[in-house]
């Protein structure tokens, strides 16, 4: 589907539906389009679980249409949404017709795989998608891909360091392109001792020095997990392979990723960390639109420094990298077993060091059994996905009932 072009009536005016829109992503999103001076149109918003939040959002952005996925929290967004001529919904098919509505680009950044189902409708029925939602990528990758080439859809990817790369890739072909180095801050715990970050808390987790963000993803920033979850979907998004993929710690995040060439030259994509540049970029592109969002200062930042991940620190790093790199579907492994771990982690259920290992152990219970595989459709990925998440409970439970009484600081 092709975004549509001004006409001689006026400026174009692209219609847009928000998938997450009470999430960080979906917020800013919401903050660009208010400020954009009516260059957008929202048509849709879905949220989770917060009612009034998003019928606030939906009341501010005037939709048409608003999808609660929690059922439990219609009747308040259908009292709150009462004579403002916004049709709301709940539950899951909810969202889904919401992803379905007549749209330009679809910004889907629903976080964790409750998203792929949602965002691989709003694919097949030919949006564009600003895709903020890695799990579509990490737990069905291939599947997505092929849909979007069947259908002639582009996914424009919204995460700072893929939208860097995709930018500073230009119109080169796979063919010209010597390796793609994705940029991690190294998060809170960059320069911990092994046994400091073992031993992390969940509110040391969650305080990342540069960017605000989910409590699921700042978990995984801080062990380095979310690094191996973007190589995974470079590598799915890009169409490139696992040895032309790099990952250096660059603790000022003002490169977010760099494309060297087969000729010697090296793109960089540098910018403020600042989620509304690329979000900026996606709702806008082809074109570029003007936003507040925060001007890079290079004399400011003083000097940007480079160094090579800590496989030891941060095994978590390594485990999502040999998944990517050993298929057989374990990067859908992977990341069903990783969101479980986190959970856990957050509700003080085990340690912090205990999340790569959980994961390590479910990819490889899962190959070993033949759980995991390649899967044909993203139905097959998000099967497995649940399998593992079944499994993974099963596990933690077991181990609760062993060590009843304990739980981690």
């Known amino acids: 589907m092709q975004l549509r072009q001004a006409t001689a009536a006026g400026p ?5 539906v928000i998938l997450g829109a009470t999430g960080s992503i979906g917020r800013s999103t919401a903050d660009i389009i208010s400020g954009s001076g009516g260059a957008f149109r929202v048509e849709a918003v879905a949220g989770g679980r917060d009612p009034m939040a998003l019928a606030r959002l939906a009341r501010g952005l005037g939709v048409k249409f608003a999808a609660l996925a929690d059922p439990r929290g219609y009747a308040d967004l259908k009292e709150a949404l009462a004579g403002t001529g916004i049709e709301p919904a709940a539950g899951d098919a909810a969202v889904v017709e919401a992803a379905l509505r007549p749209a330009d680009i679809v910004m889907g950044a629903i976080a964790g795989t409750a998203g792929v189902k949602p965002t691989f409708a709003a694919l097949s029925a030919g949006r564009t998608i600003a895709l903020a939602n890695k799990e579509c990528l990490v737990c069905a990758g291939a599947p997505f891909m092929r849909q979007a080439a069947a259908m002639g859809t582009r996914l424009l990817p919204v995460d700072s360091e893929h939208n860097a790369i995709f930018q500073a890739m230009g119109e080169a072909s796979l063919e010209t392109i010597e390796m793609i180095t994705l940029t991690a801050s190294g ?9 400091a970050i073992a031993n992390a808390t969940p509110e040391q987790a969650l305080n990342h020095p540069n960017w605000s963000m989910g409590p699921k993803i700042t978990v995984d920033s801080a062990g380095l997990m979310n690094k191996g979850l973007e190589v995974i979907e470079a590598h799915y998004l890009f169409g490139i392979e696992t040895a032309r993929l790099d990952i250096i710690v660059h603790a000022q995040s003002v490169v977010h990723g760099l494309v060297a060439f087969t000729d010697g030259s090296v793109t960089a994509g540098l910018a403020a960390p600042d989620m509304k540049v690329p979000i900026a970029h996606c709702l806008s592109y082809p074109k570029r639109s003007t936003t507040t969002a925060r001007r890079l200062d290079l004399t400011a930042a003083g000097q940007l420094t480079f160094e090579r991940p800590d496989f030891d620190r941060f095994p978590a790093l390594r485990v999502a990298l040999d998944a990517l790199r050993a298929g057989h579907g374990l990067p859908t492994v992977l990341n069903a077993a990783n969101e479980i771990a986190v959970e856990a982690f957050l509700n003080r259920l085990i340690s912090f060091r205990e ?9 490889n219970s899962a190959l070993a059994d033949g759980v995991a595989h390649e899967p ?18 099963s596990v933690l439970a077991r181990r609760d009932a062993s060590c009843a009484g304990v739980h981690y600081a």
């Open 12 to 16: 174009e005016v692209r219609s847009v």
């Open 187 to 195: 998060g809170p715990f960059r320069t911990w001792t092994s046994e």
């Open 355 to 363: 999340i790569a290992r959980m994961v390590e152990e479910a990819c």
């Open 376 to 393: 044909e459709t993203v139905a097959d990925a998000l099967a497995m996905d649940q399998a593992v998440r079944e499994r993974s409970r």
